[in-house]
Structure formats: structure tokens, C-alpha cells
């Protein structure tokens, strides 16, 4: 800590030591600069930045599709399969297709969907409400 001097002079010292006069915060009234390596300097800048890459989860969207009559024990299967992706990390879409007449019966979509988000209530939440598209309701389940 030299404290506030002028650009030159620091100039000056850091090529007295053969380091360089790096500028760590420009938005600082005055400007704060460090007298150091700059190739070292870029190195820790980097190594910082793969450390954080590293770490950070990325979150993919699952898809589980139903349709409005599923039995119990492929209802179960889907839902274990539902559970394992939340418990990942990752979101879950749920697609619940119609085919020919099944348009006509809404409401037996809707149940299922409605059973889905009850039975995954205590880990999920929900993110997109059940909606139609086209032939298919769509939900969106993320982890809490």
C-alpha cells in the first residue's frame, strides 16, 4: 500500500522492481492498480474462471410423456423416472398427448397431470401450469 500517486511515478517503480503496473478496479475514484506480473496475473484470472465453470450445474429439461389413460404400474415407472431427474438437478416436462377421440375427454388429462403434481408436491414445484397445445397438455416441474 503506497497510497495515491501519480501515474508516472508508478509507472516508474514498477519497472525499477521488472514487474508491471496493472490496473485492478478503473471504476475506483481514484483508480486502483497493483504493481505485479501481468502473464501470472492472466494465468490466476483464467484458473479463476475454469473453477467457476466447473462448478456451476447446468440445468437440462427432462421429458416424460403420459397419455390419459395410463395404467398404475406405468404411472408408477414415470413417476420414479420424475423423481430421479428432480433429484439431479434438473426440470422436468411433463407431456400428456390426446390421440383421436381422447380430445373429447379433457378432464381424464387433466387428473393424471393433477395426480402428478401431487404425488411430486414435496420435491417439486410447479413451474408452468398444465395448458393446451394442440393435441397435447404440457406442465413444467422444477425442484424446489
Known amino acids: ?5 501519480s501515474t508516472r511515478d508508478a509507472i516508474a517503480r514498477a519497472y525499477a522492481v521488472g514487474l508491471d503496473l496493472v490496473e485492478i478496479s478503473p471504476n475506483a475514484e481514484p483508480p486502483v492498480a ?3 506480473d501481468y502473464g501470472k496475473f492472466k494465468y490466476e484470472q483464467q484458473k479463476k474462471r475454469n473453477e467457476a465453470r466447473k462448478k456451476q450445474k447446468v440445468v437440462e429439461i427432462k421429458e416424460v410423456k403420459v397419455r390419459p389413460n395410463i395404467d398404475d ?3 408408477m415407472v414415470k413417476l420414479n423416472a420424475m423423481k430421479r431427474f428432480i433429484g439431479e438437478g434438473d426440470k422436468v416436462k411433463v407431456t400428456l398427448r390426446f390421440r383421436g377421440r381422447e380430445m373429447a375427454h379433457q378432464e381424464l388429462g387433466v387428473k393424471v397431470l393433477e395426480r402428478i403434481r401431487g404425488d411430486m408436491e414435496v420435491e417439486t414445484k ?5 395448458k393446451l397445445e394442440m393435441r397435447q397438455m404440457v406442465m413444467v416441474l422444477a425442484p424446489k
Open 73 to 75: 404400474n406405468d404411472y
Open 126 to 130: 410447479v413451474e408452468q401450469m398444465p
Open 34 to 36: 497493483k504493481i505485479l
Open 1 to 5: 500500500m503506497i497510497g495515491v500517486i
